[in-house]
């Protein structure tokens, strides 16, 4: 069994995740812990019994005996991060958007093919034994053609104009806040189930809280509902809280999605459902062990999550027996197992999604900004 050393750069919500997630592999030893401030780096590092913790990325990335880097900061970091452990030799595994424009994407894939290193961009929420169930249903053509797909990714974590993150600043997460940080999730599920791809779309965004209060001290994600009015300056917001897409995928599929980061009640709903010339399913992420199954001429059908009972492809994608729930963190514990498989089997077909998946969205995205600022119905590009 091959083991391998790893350093993580980010402190912040994902950085933790993903730690969390490495420790349960049981094939990796974390080396290093990198944040922004060396206190935040230790004080995770020790967390999570890891000795080595910097402030500066590039001792990661310039230490030989680390084999992988994942690269859990702000959007704006991935790109300068991810080439940097490219350049150095590294396998790299990053959290998504991949970058914040498709020329940064490019190059990044780009070099990883010329460098013959394992890339992951972390779409992980593939990685759910019933979404596996869906896409293995399609690949044997149960579903048929697909004719229509739809559905949304809700949060209200960013309902109030007091609440706040380092994604709403264009400076640290880019020129799009919701369609890059959930939209992008359901894009890449949808065409990862489907098999196909969306090659047109018009898109509608909006930004309700036009200013909203900055803390004057730093927050987590998800975090910061405490604050009082002292602790706040009031700023400018550019990038948007909500987002709404019709698209064509496919020959002749349509579909139509939206992304919220301001829906009440909805914590982290991602809802797709996908229906066919032969049947239908639908899931909702807030109910990840169940799958709805759409017949037109019998009874429709809510299947739960029970290994033994899944497709043969989707089976190893479900570590417990039926009744024992597998949820968001065991999606990243998925990822990561295979991306370190790949790296111990140079000649199998990596099963995760890698950065030229992180270029396709990127692509996507790109189009739904110019279609909003259009007004216009935009072409996907296919590079």
């Known amino acids: 069994m091959n083991r391998y050393k790893v350093g993580v750069i980010g402190t912040g919500f994902m950085g933790r995740t993903h730690l969390e997630a ?80 498709s020329s940064e994407a490019m190059q990044l894939a780009a070099l990883a093919r010329e460098k013959s290193l394992r890339n992951c961009t972390c779409h992980n929420l593939r990685y759910y034994p019933m979404v596996q169930q869906m896409r293995r249903m399609r690949e044997d053509g149960e579903l048929g053609e697909i004719l229509v797909v739809q559905g949304t990714y809700s949060q209200d974590w960013l309902l109030y104009d007091t609440d706040w993150n380092w994604r709403i600043e264009s400076e640290a997460n880019g020129p799009s806040r919701v369609m890059a940080d959930i939209g992008s999730h359901w894009c890449d599920m949808a065409e990862h189930v489907t098999g196909e791809r969306i090659q047109s779309l018009c898109a509608d965004l909006q930004t309700f809280h036009k200013t909203r209060k900055r803390p004057k001290h730093s927050v987590e994600t998800f975090t910061g509902k ?93 570590d417990y027996p039926g009744g024992h729930s597998e949820g968001y963190d065991d999606t990243f514990k998925q990822v990561f197992r295979r991306f370190y498989q790949s790296i111990g089997d140079r000649n199998g077909a990596p099963e995760y999604p890698q950065f030229s998946d992180g270029l396709r969205q990127l692509l996507i995205l790109e189009s739904e900004l110019e279609s909003n600022g259009r007004h216009a119905w935009i072409e996907v590009p296919h590079k």
């Open 22 to 101: 490495l420790r349960r592999l049981g094939t990796i030893e974390i080396q290093t812990v990198a944040g922004t401030s060396l206190e935040k780096a230790r004080q995770l590092a020790s967390a999570f019994g890891v000795n080595g913790a910097t402030a500066d990325y590039r001792e990661i990335v310039n230490d030989p005996s680390i084999d992988a880097v994942h690269v859990c900061t702000p959007n704006a970091l991935h790109f300068p991060i991810a080439e940097a452990a490219l350049r150095a030799g590294k396998h790299v595994l990053c959290e998504k958007p991949l970058a914040t424009s």
């Open 226 to 318: 405490m604050l009082q009015p002292e602790d706040y300056d009031s700023v400018p917001i550019t990038t948007e809280d909500f987002g709404s897409a019709i698209f064509r995928i496919g020959a002749r599929g349509r579909g139509a999605f939206t992304a919220s980061q301001v829906s009440a009640g909805r914590k982290n709903r991602l809802s797709i459902e996908i229906y066919g010339t032969s049947g239908s399913v639908a899931w909702d992420q807030e109910r990840p062990d169940e799958l709805w199954i759409g017949n037109r001429n019998t009874n429709n059908q809510i299947i739960v999550k029970d290994p033994s009972l899944l497709k043969p492809g989707a089976r190893s994608f479900a």
